[in-house]
């Protein structure tokens, strides 16, 4: 740890109060750690690696040109810059190892080690995981040839889901709603190769009928916190129809966990994979997103599990967020989550998505953003695909902001997104319309 800190006795743990805090990423997500740990007290600076437009504006927040993949890059910009602590915000660096690569050089790092983040890098993994500690999901098969493939969707039946094994960006999804849309679903993966290495292994399994929800938690290894609940919209039309992206928007809480729901979350999915990981050798310390199909009955099942917080889901969250999230993290990291309480802004939350036009297929870069009064004490604008070029604010990416805002009513938090929305533009911006649909009917039935 930096001798810069100044330290303190909280509860029986050591925390500093001058801390320097390096986020890992690019993205909306990484936009929102950042914003949200700059308002900790404990923090001096918070360092963004590589950042976005957004991160490049913010007070107290400093863009470093480092990509996220370069670990070694990472570890000497934490060295060099005496980084108190590191965050990961995007999956692809922790199952590569960032954790174990920090830890080795004796700096703090939140984020699961490179076997415990199995749990997103391999699909079948998980789903040998959750077969072998009896945590509900649904049925499936491994398969890496076509011929294997076809015989598995001729006994399953349509509709049928087919996923990439490994990481493809949230984009491995494909819900088949016949036979012969699987099968093209394999031959795209395996012959086409639309994944790459990541297709090369196929997970195919059971649709199941429900709604799903988003259930994330800080874990220390033994101790589950979970975060408010949350809601996400993947597919990318009105409705939810279309391809299934990154995710178009979220809302939180979700209406959906109602308490009976939440605690058989946490007694029938959580706890189990805390308890199993442990068991493997490979304790599970970070953010544990469970996705999470949740049945007419109120039974939840395990769709996947992510290794860092969701997102678009951690932007209407920070939002809702009025307790430490730094403390938190350094409690897990310290093994003492159970001493720990956030506290969470009663008020809803909701994020829509603006992205370019074609995601998530091909899109242009290097529009130009018009922004026109878009931010209020109610409503922030966290930023994605965005740099500055000549002092300009350009897309750079198919996500390119996420408008969140708060509301007294999911209804309200909606209406003022979307009037905030409505204020941005560029050549080819494009946005659901309908984000928290559910929510707002569920409201507008009491």
């Not at 949200?36 to 504006?57: D, F, M, Q, W, Y």
């Not at 493939?149 to 949230?170: E, F, N, T």
């Not at 932007?315 to 956030?342: S, T």
Request: aromatic residues 6%.
């Amino acid at each position: 740890m930096s001798t810069r800190w100044r330290w303190y006795s909280l509860g029986g743990d050591i925390f500093g109060t001058s801390m320097k805090v390096l986020i890992v990423g690019s993205g909306g997500r990484e936009h929102a750690l950042a914003w949200c740990a700059a308002k900790s007290e404990r923090i001096s600076e918070v360092l963004v690696a590589p950042g976005n437009a957004g991160t490049h504006l913010e007070p107290r927040v400093r863009n470093v040109q480092v990509r996220d993949s370069d670990i070694a890059g990472l570890l000497n910009l934490a060295k060099h810059e005496a980084v108190d602590l590191t965050i990961v915000g995007p999956e692809a660096p922790l199952v590569a190892g960032i954790r174990d690569a920090f830890g080795a050089a004796g700096l703090a790092c939140f984020g699961p080690s490179a076997a415990a983040a199995a749990l997103e890098g391999s699909k079948s993994f998980t789903k040998e995981f959750l077969r072998s500690q009896g945590i509900p999901t649904a049925d499936f098969s491994v398969i890496e040839t076509l011929e294997e493939g076809r015989a598995v969707i001729a006994q399953m039946g349509a509709p049928i889901v087919v996923k990439a094994d490994g990481l493809a960006a949230g984009k491995g999804v494909t819900i088949c709603v016949d036979e012969a849309s699987a099968e093209r679903a394999l031959i795209e993966a395996l012959e086409g190769q639309r994944f790459g290495e990541a297709g090369r292994k196929l997970v195919i399994e059971e649709f199941l009928e429900g709604e799903e929800a988003s259930f994330i938690c800080l874990c220390d290894g033994q101790t589950a916190l979970p975060l408010a609940t949350s809601q996400d919209h993947k597919a990318r039309f009105d409705g939810d129809e279309g391809p299934n992206t990154g995710g178009m928007g979220a809302y939180s809480p979700a209406p959906l966990v109602t308490r009976e729901v939440h605690d058989r979350i946490m007694r029938e999915v959580i706890n189990p994979t805390l308890a199993g990981m442990a068991a493997r050798g490979t304790p599970y310390q970070g953010f544990l997103y469970a996705g999470l199909m949740i049945t007419p009955k109120g039974a939840p099942k395990v769709i996947e599990f992510n290794v860092r917080l969701g997102d678009p889901e951690t932007q209407p969250l920070v939002m809702r967020l009025q307790g430490d999230l730094i403390e938190a993290c350094l409690a897990a990291l310290n093994g003492r989550l159970n001493r720990i309480e956030l506290a969470w802004d009663e008020r809803p939350s909701l994020g829509v998505v603006m992205v370019a036009d074609g995601y998530p297929g091909s899109y242009a870069k290097g529009e130009r953003i018009l922004m026109q009064d878009s931010q209020s004490q109610e409503v922030k604008v966290f930023h994605a695909g965005t740099h500055l070029e000549h002092g300009h604010l350009v897309t750079s990416g198919g996500r390119v902001l996420c408008v969140t805002a708060l509301g007294d009513t999911v209804a309200e938090a909606q209406a003022r997104a979307y009037e905030s929305t409505e204020r941005i533009d560029w050549p080819g911006a494009r946005y659901r319309t309908d984000i928290g649909y559910r929510a707002v009917a569920r409201e507008s039935m009491k």
